[in-house]
């Protein structure tokens, strides 16, 4: 029974125990065995840890090979989220929690068929049984080459050691939920279960090669236990990540009807829906705010603050540090940014990703086929029916590595993990590896490398003019734009006591600057050269001082008033803080930057050459900015552009990867990457996440691999004992395990 639908609950043997009702509680009771309601005696419930304010990261640690002991969930709500303590009203029934408040039941009491709880780990009984079979199955495998060195005599319990060996093999599978990501039992138990029944033939008929064909067997059970283990203890900490990141996110929302709010789960709200969230709660759903402005922790675990106000995307897990926010849900349930690829089955990255996919199927459709070949291959031998068997099982044991598949499917899983610990989301599984393939990432410089926020460092009149004049035009044409520009002159204007000309008619060329009407009926024209050229206006006399100002890194304006040209504006927009250390991030995993500005040719070198970039595409127009990108990717490159959703929207589109920064929790479609951020660093690391756990992928595969196909090739031509397949077969696994170690403590 779900705990947050539980209208029953009794705490029974020290554990919550939730059902539908008090007649549900009696037929458990009933099925188990024990006394009656009325005879059960008031147990003391379970100690209701108070979980600390939302601090650390989802970040995986290291887990050491022998120890597969569950890590603690790292705290992740508030004080405020729990109720001081937990009152059992009559016939035990819990009251509903408040809005983004809630009691976390312990896992041992959660239903195991909960759809919630699909990768939940095995209950007590079953973890206290693990450790006992796998003990059995390893030393009845491992004792079976051993009795070989004791003379015929002791041969004679190979047989029952080999199956002791399979049978503790089956149960294990059988206990343990198999996880999406792995590959289908049968290429575990079809090699192994062939080898066992080959084994009975051999000592039934006396086969020469009896013994040889026990000792394969035994082996090959033993190697699957081992990897079994190396795999399950593998994924506890990635297990734990995902429980801890639900937990979090099983929250309740305040749904706006009318103009009552209505109490619900947030996965009941619908799209669309309105949500009011208060100060100090989390919010429960992926929404835009509608209405208010208040300071949030952007994301769960996050350890910044920012300012939402309306129009802002938020995610599910984001904290409201003041005031309230009234937002349209865009996605509830296990359609949120942070669950979709963690928890849906069917689209989890480590599941979906075209790699893990292509590997598992490889795994599972290949090992038939190596089967065959090597039997065929023993068959030309002159090989007897049995001997034939035992090489097919061999081949298959051989090819059939588990443990890389488990293992790189692992890698996605952790990649994803670390993704959110800096606010990163991506669309699918095929969105992380086309953005594994990037070798272009190409920056809008304004906004992403540059603050956005520039400052007028000189105005300087031509021919005796006046600096008040100039900036009195310049400030009266500006005011039809949005531009940042436009803000910056604004603000000088302001600041100097200037008054803005009243124009008229003011028009905005996008990219290019501002023609009006001034109010003495001249034409006005403020902006870069090029609007100049296009209005037929010379800019021969300022051609040097803006040249030698754009060396310098700095935007010119220029401001013509009728014919001509009555001064020139020179701005600074800073750099902002991390954009070096993001360029460098990107050139660490070979991709190369590309900055593309509408600046002229000699500003944006000089701002490329601040931050090492040597390609530069300047004086592209946003209108002509989609085209670029397009020429890039006909170049031969996977092109990723950085950008912000709402000015740099035509760049996105054109990209092979788009990636919108400060648009995670948005109505998505069409970027493949979103973040919950506005630093570049963290858009530059949603490159340089995929392109290492690619990296490691293909490492591991090379590890894992190698041994089994070289172990094949030497049975199949009967160069090598059968028995070389399962060691090689644990040979590879435990080369992945090692590296796959090492890659979570890095």
């Not at 929690?97 to 095995?122: C, K, M, W």
């Not at 081992?226 to 399950?232: D, P």
């Not at 068959?379 to 034939?388: L, Y």
């Not at 750099?575 to 991030?585: I, S, Y």
Request: hydrophobic residues 50%.
């Amino acid at each position: 029974m779900d705990p947050l639908r539980a209208g029953h609950v009794a705490v029974l043997e020290g554990r919550f125990r939730y059902f539908c009702g008090p007649e549900c509680k009696r037929c458990f009771l009933r099925g188990q065995g024990g006394p009656m309601p009325e005879d059960v005696p008031t147990a003391r419930p379970p100690e209701v840890r108070l979980l600390p304010p939302i601090s650390g990261t989802i970040g995986i640690q290291p887990l050491p090979l022998g120890d597969d002991r569950a890590p603690s969930p790292a705290p992740s709500v508030a004080p405020a989220a729990v109720p001081p303590s937990v009152r059992f009203q009559a016939e035990d029934s819990i009251a509903s929690p408040p809005v983004s408040r809630r009691t976390l039941p312990s896992p041992e009491a959660a239903s195991p068929t909960s759809p919630r709880h699909a990768t939940i780990r095995p209950d007590h009984r079953v973890e206290r049984a693990l450790p006992m079979l796998d003990a059995t199955g390893m030393v009845a495998g491992a004792l079976v080459p051993a009795l070989g060195l004791l003379g015929t005599a002791a041969e004679v319990a190979c047989v029952p050691l080999v199956v002791a060996a399979f049978m503790a093999l089956a149960a294990r599978l059988m206990l343990v939920r198999r996880d999406p990501a792995d590959p289908h039992p049968t290429a575990v138990v079809g090699p192994t279960l062939g080898a066992t029944a080959a084994t009975c033939w051999a000592w039934a008929v006396h086969d020469a090669h009896a013994s040889a064909i026990a000792v394969m067997a035994g082996l090959a059970c033993a190697a699957a236990i081992a990897v079994e283990m190396l795999v399950g203890r593998a994924r506890v900490r990635v297990v734990a990540a995902r429980q801890r990141i639900e937990g979090a996110l099983d929250l309740r929302a305040r749904a706006v009807h009318g103009e009552h709010t209505v109490e619900m789960p947030a996965s009941e709200v619908r799209p669309g829906e309105q949500v009011l969230v208060e100060a100090g709660e989390l919010v429960g759903v992926d929404a835009v705010v509608t209405a208010g402005e208040a300071r949030v922790v952007p994301w769960l675990d996050a350890r910044v603050e920012v300012t939402k106000r309306e129009g802002d995307p938020v995610v599910a897990g984001a904290r409201i540090i003041s005031s309230r926010l009234r937002m349209m849900t865009t996605w509830s349930g296990r359609e949120r940014a942070w669950v979709r690829l963690l928890s849906t089955t069917a689209v989890r990255l480590d599941v979906a990703a075209p790699t893990a996919r292509a590997l598992r199927h490889t795994v599972e459709r290949g090992s038939p086929v190596a089967a065959l070949l090597v039997g065929v291959a023993a068959f030309s031998a002159n090989a007897t029916p049995v001997q034939i068997l035992a090489a097919m099982c061999a081949g298959a044991t051989a090819f059939g590595a588990k443990a890389v598949s488990s293992l790189v499917a692992l890698d996605f899983a952790r990649a994803q993990l670390e993704a959110l610990t800096s606010g990163i989301t991506y669309k699918d599984a095929r969105a992380f590896e086309r953005a594994a393939s990037t070798n272009v990432a190409v920056f809008s410089a304004r906004g992403t490398v540059l603050l956005g926020e520039p400052e007028i460092v000189a105005v300087e009149p031509i021919g005796g003019g006046d600096v008040e004049r100039v900036l009195s035009l310049a400030a009266g044409a500006e005011t039809a734009s949005t531009h940042p520009f436009a803000a910056a002159i604004q603000r000088a204007a302001r600041a100097r006591g200037v008054s803005p000309d009243h124009v008229r008619n003011a028009t905005v060329h996008a990219g290019l600057g501002v023609t009006a009407s001034a109010s003495t009926g001249e034409r006005l024209v403020v902006g870069g050269r090029a609007i100049m050229l296009e209005e037929k206006i010379g800019v021969a006399a300022t051609d040097a001082r803006a040249s030698e100002l754009e060396a310098l890194g700095r935007s010119v304006l220029l401001v013509a008033l009728g014919e001509r040209l009555l001064g020139l504006i020179a701005l600074q927009d800073g750099l902002r803080p991390g954009a070096r250390a993001a360029v460098q991030k990107l050139l660490d995993v070979r991709i190369e930057p590309v900055l593309m500005s509408g600046e002229a040719r000699d500003t944006c070198e000089t701002i490329g050459r601040s931050l090492d970039i040597e390609h530069v595409r300047p004086e592209v127009l946003p209108t002509d900015r989609g085209a670029e990108v397009r020429a890039l990717s006909e170049a031969g490159g996977v092109v990723a552009v950085i950008g912000h959703a709402s000015g740099d929207d035509g760049a996105l589109g054109a990209a092979d990867v788009a990636v919108a920064m400060s648009a995670a929790g948005s109505t998505p479609g069409e970027w493949a990457v979103a973040l919950a951020s506005d630093d570049v660093r963290d858009a530059a690391m949603a490159l340089a996440i995929p392109h290492a756990a690619r990296d490691r992928s293909r490492l591991a595969i090379a590890l894992g691999a190698t041994p089994g196909m070289i172990a094949l090739l030497a049975i199949g031509f009967g160069i090598a004992p059968l028995a070389v397949a399962p060691l090689a077969a644990l040979a590879g696994a435990l080369a992945v395990a090692v590296r796959a170690r090492e890659s979570a403590m890095g």
